[in-house]
Each structure stands twice: as structure tokens, then as C-alpha cells.
């Protein structure tokens, strides 16, 4: 048989650290990260299609997808920081280009980008570099690149989850990535918790302003590690368990969640029974038995075993094996006894599997050991051990004579009749599962990589296989359905996927004997009653609501009929009056463009009057300004030519100075530099001498330091030796350290949340005071539309006295105007009214600002007591705190007892007497007979090494005391040496010092008097410094001074000319 084929089939999960992991590819599909590969899912017909991530990838970091909906852009981690695009618009994405920086030192991509027109590339690269890469992608050019800093995404916060039993556990999720469709209809939001929520944002429902909540795109995922799978027989069902505190019950056939239900606590293994209708779960306070309910999981029967990692269903269902640490527990499913203790594990048992039969239950375990056991007798039959491999999973043939194991060794073992018959290497990848199909042909191993391998049965001469990218983390478990037609694999990625197991034609695998699914469901007789009286109250329901519909639809016709008529009616009136009024306006129209028509002709001839008055005054002006410009022009010239003398006779004067200046400073300079010399010879010669009594003291030093390390290495031997004595009784005192540590991090909780409801109660303060500003605005806006309205008032009184001066003239329209001037009155009066109810609505509002500030007050008072009692537990953790402290200072005194057993034995009894209630007594010692049979033991063995340690202490002490007392003589003998030298040293420095003074003395009186200052100067080295500083600060201060006075002439000549003056001129 060639090797076997796989192809992924579905995958429930989603990759939350991706950045922008939800994309719309068009209105029905999304693309989103899941495992190792992106999946273009379709939200209408429920369809998974695949884009596989690069081979040697360590994970996808972010995507990108273009504008013109065709390339998806994959940044993935690994030896290099890498993008990778693909043409998604053919249904077998292939992939386009690979994007990759040689010189970039980063091995990620944090965000990418693509340009409005697609052609260009952006990504940003993560620590150590930062650095913006700008990319003509097709191309693989890159056009630009620079350095940024670190980025941070925005968090949203998403509403309550209505599946979780625990709201608070649901509120905590954070939105990560939001997409809109293209049409703008739906939206999408994705969670730190792995979860995909939509949203139809629809019109009808904006326009209502009511709340709408989010819904699950397909169903809800795991949102951490899946420790445990299995499945059943009759049913197409799987059981998946994870650290969420989650069970879920998927279909692998409709690819849809059954069931699902959170716990308090987490789960950490899961069984299904062969029929499909009980589950058994490994929660990490009890093992549980629960029925599978129509729409929920109940508990049936509970086991006292603590954190269950490994639990199994015989294939019969009539028995079931429990692990419990190193041992494993065979119950019956119908009596719930424990019929056999299987004990023989050293460590910690990674994997239970039954044979066909049930007669044989073979385990594997962290001490390298696996062992065939009888599920009768419960005696061992068969073993194989090997210390350096410590094994993760095993499965047996369907015959029960070959066994496959995997382990930390990274190989796959063949062992039959207890003996390692083969070893497949995997080339440096550690295997973490392996499950053989139910024919036996075919087997099926899950790495740490995250990867499947598909391998035929018997195994083959050389290594070969098929290699598929699954998961972005370790494969925790894998299971191949009882038709042999899927493979299922969970990992810790939080991923759950299913692949169909085909030929090499891509064929589906047929079955010798094909078994029905079962379609019968449990339920619980109070659950039937209760949905029998509520579909029989529901048929009543709808019967009146039937009727009482049919009656108000009647009455609804009879009036909107009665309605219509009255509408009818007015419409028609109101036709004929709006006809006469539109007859009336066209008359005014008419008179009113004959009066406009003889004002415009009046006013254009006004126009071209003043027009041609206007032009010649500006040309009379024109040319007296003309005449100014040309006398000013005169006068500007001759003060450029005045200016321009002084600034050279200014220019030629200050050039003098400053030579007369830097002569003076170059002889100065130049003396200095001749001093500077003789004190450099002298530090040379003082260098020298220093340097070699440094090399001597070093020598001297370097010997002690030799000395010293002798020493203080024979005394960290017996310290360390102390120090294994002391590590059994240390780990009482720390098992006692844990638990008050345990107890500080549970008061540490209780501060955290009260100070979130500290935060919450901020909250409510701030939306208050959000209100408060809210109603203020809506008061001065208010005031603005009163002010408003009495200018309108203000306006209609003027357009009255106008009226009332035309009275004369216009005779014939008083009667007109008054029927106009009425209504107007009438309006008046009913703004009036409003601006009275106005004023009332705004003595309501200052009401309930007051009754809002009486809240705020409330609140505050509410803030005060929770700090009070926030206070009250800080007080208690440090009481705890000063405790531990206490501990810590009389511990470290037992300590200084080490070398006097009773001393010690005393001390620590009081450290007893003192730390240790009675409460905590009587319950060490109610402690298992095991564990104080393991310490009578370890106790029994550290004593015998203890004498044996101090007789060897004896005979070394024996042995070295001769080389000891020869090696103090020896350093006597240097230590004399040393200081001979070092008086010696002395003597001879004095008299290099009394020959220096001698010298000094000699070359005073050889000196004449013309070279007193110099030798003066070299005697006080302080007034020659002082002098050096004093001359460098006069030079600054003179320059500074020229700076000024340059500033100041500046300064005038710019007054001058604005002013139009010419300076004055200095003789």
C-alpha cells in the first residue's frame, strides 16, 4: 500500500495575535488566520477553502489585503522576516511573491499595507530594527526605507457573551480587529478570545436607535490550549476539552457545534462513551460523569481524582480508565466501582489506549516505560523500558501484537513482545502524538512544529512520508474516526481541525462494512413535561392572537377608510384656496417689476455720474503723488552716499584695533607655550617613577589575592557540603512558604477587583458630569433661539412704522395690510407662549441639576468607604507581609547553629512553636502514611550520609593539617620579605626627596633676576593657573565687548534709515 493521503477538510479556531486577522474577500466571504494557514470561509453556504502558510514558518504576524480585492499579503515569521502574496481570485490560491530584507536584522513583520492602486507594498518590521520597508512589490524592488518606533493597535471592548456561564469571564474579551463589508452592510469584529462576532448594520435598524447586539459569525472557538479529544461510535460526535474551562461537542460531518458549556474550573482530559449519550471529563478539582442532554451537559456522578489528565472508554463502554498521577484507575460504567488499581508507573502517565478486545490496557509514561496490562487480573504481561526516553502517546494495532510509540527522543518506535523491534528517525522534529486508523494500514504522527505526518503500515525501509502544514503550535491530540474516513487534530494554538483521509486519485476511502449513525438523544423527563405545557400554552397564544389580530385589522380598515375621505376633502379645499392666492400674487408681481424696472434706470444713470466725477479726482491725485516719489527718490540717494562714507572710516578704525589686539595676544601666547613644555617633562619623569612602584604593589597584590583564593575555595567546599544537609529541612519551611504565599496572592486578587470597582465608580462620575455639560449646552441654545425670536419681533415692529409711513400714499392698501398685520399679531403671540414655556422647561433643567449633584455626592461618599476598605486589606498584607519578614530574620539565625545539631534541632522547634498554629498541626498530622513513610525513609538516608561525610571530614583534616602548618611558614617567611622591601622603598623615596630639595636649592642662586618671575611661577603651580584663566577670560570679554559695540552701530544705522536721518558725523 502506498503511503497514505490527508487533505484539510475544516477547521474551527482563529489566531488572535494575527494583526487585521479578519478580511472581507467580498460580501459572502471572509479570510481570517487559523492553525498554520489564512481560510477563506463562506458566511452563506458554510464552505472552507485553504491558503496554506510557507514551509519553514514560524508563525503568521499580520495580513494585508489589496483595495482591488484580488492579492492577500501573509507576513510570517522565521530565520528571515518574510511577506508573501498570493492570488486569491483563482479558486487554488497560488502563490505570487515572497518579499524579504537581506540586511534586516528583525525576523518579523509587525503590520503591511498595500497602496490604493495595489501596485505598492508597506511593512513594518519589529524589534531590534523598526525600520518602514516601502516595496514595488511585483517588481520585488524596495523603494524606500525608514527608521520608526514601536506601534500599539486600539482595543475595543465587546459586550457580554450569551453561551458563558461566567459574564465576567465573557466582559473581559477585547475587540482586536474590525472589518466592514464591501457593501456596507455587515460588520465584523474579531476578540482577543479567538472569537468572530457579526453585526448587521442595516438602515431600518440605525434609524430606530435602538441597541444591536453582536452575534457569532459560524460558532463560538476555544479561546486557549485544547487538552483533550475523543469520539464516539454511533454518533458522528467529538468531545474537545481546554484550559477555557470549556467542554464543546462539534459534528465532523455537518462541521457544526452540538453542545457547549463552561465550567468553574478547567478541564484538563475528555471521554466520550462509544454510544454517544455520557461524558466523562477531568476537571482539576474532581472526575465527572455527565450526560449529553438535548441542549445541555449534567453532572451524573462525581470522582474524588484531582487534575485527570488522561481518561478512556473501554471500545465495549462498559468500563472506563482514569489516571491519577502514576497509577490508573479501571472503574465500571455501571456500577461506578473501582475494579482494578493498576500501579507500576514512576512517573507521570502520558497515555492510556485499549485494545480491540478490552482484555488489554497499554500505558506509557514520563519514566520512559510502557506496559501491557490485564483488565481482569490487573497484572502486568508485558513491558519495555527506556530511561533516556520519556514517551507522549501510544497506539496499538488492531491485532494487539504491535505497539507504536513516540517520545522525547524524536523517533517512532515498532515494539512487539516487550522489545524495541525499529526506530524511525524524524529528522530533529519531537513527535507529540501518533493514532493508527481502525483498519491498521495506515499511521499518523503530530510534531511539535505543528505539523502531520502520514506514514503506511508495515512501516517501510527507509524513512518516508507525507508532510502537511496543520497547526502554529504543538499537536496535543489526534484521533482518526471509526470509519477511517477523517482525522481530527487539536493543539495549542486552540485550533480544532478536520482532514479527510483520501487516495492518490483524491478519492474518499471506503469501508468494508459501513455502520449507521444513531439519532436518539437523552433527555430528561421534567424537560419534556415543561416543553409539552409550554407548546400547548404557545398553540392557545397563537390562536388569540390570531383573533384578536383579524378584530384589529377590521377596525383599522374602518377608519383609515372614514380617514381618507376627510383627507379628500381638505385637499380639495385647500387646492382652491392656494389657486386664488397664486392668482392675487401674480397681479402684485406684475406692479411690483414695473416700479423695479424705473428705480434701476434712475439708479444706472446716477452710476455713470459719480463714475466719471470719481476718475478725474484720482487723476488729479495721481500726478501729485507722482511728483512726491520722484523728490523722495533725490533725497534716498543722497543718504545712501553719506552712509556708505561713515561705514568705511568705522570699517578702517576697527581693523586697527584688532591687529594692535592679536599682537599683544600672540607674544602671550607664545611664552605660555614655552612653560606649557617644561611641565610636560617633568609629568613624563613622575609618570615613570609612578609606573614602576605600581608594578611592584600589583606583584605583592597579586600574590595575597593568590593566597586568599586558596582559602576561601577550601571553605566553599564545606559550605556547599553544609549546604546538602540543610536542603531536606528546607523544604518543609518552603512547602509552608507557598502556602502563605498563596495566601497573599489570594488577598493581592481581592485588591485587584476592588480597585476595578473603584475604576467602574469613576466611570458612572464621569458620564454625570458628561450630562451635566450636555444640559448646559442644550440651555445656551436655547437662549440663542430666544434671542432668535425677539429679533424676528424686533424686525416685524420696524416693517409696522414703515407701514404706518406709507399710510398716506398707499390709501387704497390699508385694508390689505391690516388682514397681513393680524396673523403677524397672532404669531407674535404664540412665540410669547413658547418663550414662556421655554423658561419653564429651563426651571425644570436647573432642577434636575441639582438633583444630579445630590447624586454626585452620594457617589463620592460611596468612593470614600470603598477606599476605606481598600486600606483595611492593604494593612492586612502587610501584616502578612512583616510575618514573612519575622521568618525570614529567625530562620537566617537557626542558620548560624549549623555546626551544633542540638542548637539547631532547638531553634527550629521554636520556629515551629512560633509560625505554626495548632490548626495547621492537627492537619499535618492527619497526612497520609505514605508520605510519612518517605520521609521516615529520606530522614533514615540523610543521616547515614551525614556519618559517613564526617568521617571523611575526619581522615582529610588528618591528612592536609601537615601541608597546612608548612604552608603558614612559608607565608611568614614572605610576609617578612615584603615588609623589608617596602622599608626600604621608604628610605629611598626620602632621600630622592632630599636630593630634589638639594638641586632646587642650586639652581636659585645660579638664576639671574631677569628669570625670577619664571622661576617663581614654577614653584606655585596655583598662581600659574589662576593667571592661564584669567588671561583666556579677559580675551573672552574683549571679544564679547566688540560683539556689543558691532551690535549697537548696527542698531543705529537701521534707526537712521527708517527714520530717513542721517547720522551725525564723529571727528
Not at 490485564?374 to 526516553?389: A, D, F, P
Request: with cysteine; hydrophobic share 35%; proline share 2%.
Amino acid at each position: 500500500m502506498t503511503t497514505p493521503l490527508v487533505q484539510a477538510n475544516h477547521i474551527f479556531g482563529l489566531q488572535a495575535s494575527v494583526v487585521n486577522n479578519v478580511l472581507y474577500f467580498d460580501d459572502q466571504s471572509i479570510i481570517y488566520p487559523a492553525g498554520s494557514s489564512c481560510v477563506r470561509y463562506n458566511v452563506d453556504q458554510k464552505w472552507q477553502k485553504f491558503i496554506p502558510g510557507a514551509e519553514k514558518s514560524q508563525g503568521m504576524l499580520a495580513l494585508a489585503f489589496s483595495p482591488n480585492h484580488r492579492y492577500l499579503a501573509v507576513s510570517e515569521k522565521g530565520e528571515k522576516a518574510t511577506v508573501t502574496i498570493y492570488d486569491v481570485q483563482h479558486d487554488q490560491s497560488r502563490k505570487k511573491k515572497s518579499l524579504s530584507v537581506n540586511d534586516l536584522h528583525a525576523q518579523e513583520f509587525v503590520s503591511i499595507a498595500f497602496s490604493p492602486d495595489s501596485k505598492y507594498l508597506i511593512a513594518q518590521s519589529g524589534k531590534p530594527d523598526w525600520t518602514l520597508i516601502y516595496w514595488l512589490w511585483k517588481k520585488q524592488k524596495i523603494i524606500g526605507v525608514m527608521k520608526t518606533t514601536t506601534n500599539t493597535n486600539p482595543i475595543y471592548q465587546i459586550p457580554q457573551d450569551p453561551y458563558s456561564t461566567d459574564p465576567s469571564h465573557a466582559e473581559q474579551q477585547e475587540i482586536s480587529t474590525l472589518c466592514l463589508s464591501p457593501s456596507e452592510e455587515a460588520l465584523i469584529a474579531s476578540t482577543n478570545k479567538n472569537q468572530l462576532y457579526s453585526i448587521t448594520l442595516s438602515s431600518a435598524e440605525i434609524s430606530k436607535s435602538e441597541l444591536t447586539h453582536f452575534e457569532f459569525l459560524c460558532q463560538s472557538f476555544h479561546s486557549n490550549v485544547i487538552t483533550g479529544l475523543d469520539i464516539c461510535i454511533r454518533k458522528p460526535l467529538v468531545a474537545t476539552s481546554s484550559v477555557d474551562r470549556s467542554i464543546r461537542l462539534w459534528n465532523y460531518e455537518t462541521n457544526v457545534l452540538e453542545l457547549y458549556k463552561e465550567f468553574q474550573e478547567e478541564a484538563y482530559s475528555v471521554a466520550i462513551h462509544p454510544s454517544g449519550l455520557y461524558i466523562l471529563v477531568g476537571f482539576s478539582d474532581k472526575l465527572r460523569l455527565m450526560n449529553l442532554l438535548i441542549d445541555d451537559i449534567r453532572t451524573f456522578k462525581e470522582f474524588t481524582i484531582r487534575s485527570c489528565r488522561e481518561c478512556s472508554f473501554s471500545n465495549g463502554g462498559h468500563l472506563f480508565a482514569v489516571v491519577n498521577g502514576n497509577v490508573i484507575h479501571i472503574h465500571s460504567t455501571t456500577t461506578f466501582e473501582n475494579l482494578v488499581n493498576l500501579k507500576g508507573h514512576n512517573g507521570k502517565i502520558r497515555a492510556i489506549v485499549w485494545n480491540s478486545d478490552d482484555s488489554k490496557l497499554i500505558s506509557c509514561g514520563m519514566d520512559g516505560a510502557v506496559y501491557e496490562w490485564n483488565t481482569l487480573t490487573g497484572k502486568r504481561e508485558g513491558e519495555c523500558v527506556l530511561k533516556s526516553c520519556s514517551y507522549t502517546d501510544l497506539c496499538i494495532t488492531p491485532d494487539s501484537k504491535t505497539i507504536f510509540a513516540v517520545g522525547s527522543d524524536r523517533t517512532l518506535k515498532e515494539i512487539t513482545d516487550s522489545q524495541i523491534i525499529r526506530e524511525v528517525p524524524s529528522n530533529d522534529v519531537a513527535y507529540t502524538c501518533v493514532v493508527m486508523s481502525h483498519s491498521g494500514r495506515m499511521l499518523f504522527l503530530g510534531a511539535a512544529n505543528g505539523t502531520v505526518r502520514s506514514i503506511k503500515i508495515p512501516l517501510p525501509v527507509k524513512s518516508e512520508w507525507n508532510e502537511y502544514q496543520a497547526h502554529s503550535g504543538p499537536i496535543t491530540k489526534m484521533v482518526v474516526t471509526f470509519d477511517d474516513l477523517y482525522l481530527l487534530t487539536v493543539s495549542e494554538d486552540a485550533c480544532f481541525m478536520i482532514w479527510k483521509i483520501i487516495d492518490k486519485e483524491g478519492r474518499v476511502l471506503k469501508r468494508d462494512k459501513e455502520v449507521g449513525h444513531a439519532e436518539e438523544i437523552l433527555i430528561t423527563k421534567s424537560d419534556l413535561q415543561e416543553k409539552n405545557q409550554l407548546s400547548l400554552e404557545l398553540k392557545t397564544r397563537v390562536e388569540e392572537l390570531k383573533m384578536e389580530n383579524e378584530y384589529q385589522l377590521r377596525l383599522k380598515d374602518m377608519n383609515y377608510s372614514d380617514k381618507i375621505k376627510e383627507l379628500t376633502e381638505k385637499f380639495i379645499q385647500e387646492m382652491e384656496s392656494l389657486k386664488t392666492k397664486n392668482q392675487v400674487l401674480k397681479t402684485d408681481k406684475d406692479k411690483i417689476e414695473i416700479m423695479h424696472k424705473e428705480d434701476t434706470a434712475l439708479i444706472l444713470d446716477r452710476h455713470t455720474k459719480d463714475i466719471e466725477d470719481l476718475e478725474s479726482i484720482n487723476n488729479q491725485k495721481l500726478m501729485l503723488e507722482y511728483e512726491k516719489y520722484q523728490e523722495l527718490q533725490l533725497k534716498s540717494q543722497r543718504m545712501q552716499e553719506d552712509y556708505e562714507r561713515q561705514l568705511n572710516e568705522m570699517d578702517e578704525s576697527k581693523s586697527q584695533a584688532l591687529e594692535e589686539l592679536t599682537e599683544y595676544y600672540e607674544t602671550k601666547l607664545q611664552e605660555k607655550g614655552k612653560f606649557i613644555e617644561q611641565l610636560q617633562e617633568e609629568s613624563r619623569q613622575q609618570i615613570k617613577e609612578s609606573d614602576e612602584t605600581k608594578k611592584q604593589i600589583e606583584e605583592d597584590a597579586d600574590r595575597e589575592i593568590q593566597d586568599i583564593k586558596i582559602k576561601y575555595e577550601r571553605n566553599l567546599r564545606d559550605e556547599k557540603e553544609a549546604n546538602l544537609r540543610l536542603k531536606g529541612e528546607t523544604g518543609i519551611m518552603r512547602k509552608k512558604f507557598t502556602s502563605l504565599q498563596k495566601e497573599i496572592e489570594d488577598k493581592q486578587g481581592e485588591i485587584e477587583k476592588l480597585k476595578s470597582e473603584h475604576q467602574k465608580l469613576h466611570g458612572v462620575i464621569r458620564s454625570l458630569e458628561k450630562d451635566i455639560q450636555g444640559l448646559k449646552k442644550e440651555i445656551l441654545e436655547r437662549d440663542e433661539t430666544i434671542q432668535d425670536k425677539e429679533k424676528r419681533i424686533y424686525d416685524l415692529k420696524k416693517k409696522n412704522q414703515e407701514l404706518e409711513k406709507f399710510k398716506f400714499v398707499l390709501d387704497y392698501k390699508i385694508k390689505e395690510l391690516k388682514k397681513q398685520i393680524e396673523p403677524r399679531e397672532n404669531d407674535i403671540k404664540e412665540m410669547k407662549e413658547q418663550i414662556q414655556q421655554m423658561e419653564t422647561e429651563l426651571e425644570l433643567f436647573h432642577k434636575h441639576n441639582a438633583q444630579l449633584e445630590l447624586n454626585i455626592g452620594e457617589l463620592k461618599q460611596k468612593l470614600k468607604a470603598t477606599e476605606a476598605e481598600m486600606r483595611k486589606e492593604m494593612e492586612k498584607v502587610r501584616s502578612v507581609e512583616s510575618i514573612v519578614k519575622h521568618f525570614k530574620t529567625d530562620l537566617y539565625n537557626c542558620i548560624a547553629f549549623i555546626q551544633e545539631p542540638k542548637k539547631l534541632k532547638d531553634s527550629v522547634r521554636q520556629l515551629y512553636e512560633k509560625y505554626v498554629p495548632q490548626s495547621e498541626v492537627f492537619e499535618i498530622a492527619t497526612v497520609d502514611s505514605n508520605i510519612q513513610k518517605e520521609f521516615g525513609r529520606q530522614r533514615n538516608h540523610l543521616e547515614k550520609s551525614i556519618a559517613t561525610l564526617q568521617k571523611k571530614l575526619l581522615k582529610d583534616t588528618e591528612i592536609h593539617r601537615a601541608d597546612n602548618v608548612h604552608i603558614m611558614q612559608e607565608n611568614v617567611a614572605l610576609i617578612k620579605e615584603i615588609n623589608d622591601l617596602r622599608h626600604e622603598l621608604k628610605v629611598a623615596r626620602i632621600k630622592g626627596h632630599d636630593l630634589e630639595v638639594a638641586l632646587g636649592t642650586l639652581k636659585k642662586n645660579k638664576k639671574p633676576c631677569a628669570v625670577e618671575f619664571k622661576d617663581n611661577c614654577s614653584r606655585n603651580a596655583v598662581t600659574r593657573l589662576n593667571f592661564d584663566h584669567e588671561s583666556e577670560r579677559i580675551i573672552e570679554l574683549q571679544q564679547l565687548e566688540i560683539k556689543r559695540l558691532q551690535e549697537q552701530n548696527q542698531a543705529k544705522e537701521d534707526a537712521y534709515q527708517s527714520a530717513g536721518i542721517l547720522p551725525a558725523l564723529t571727528t
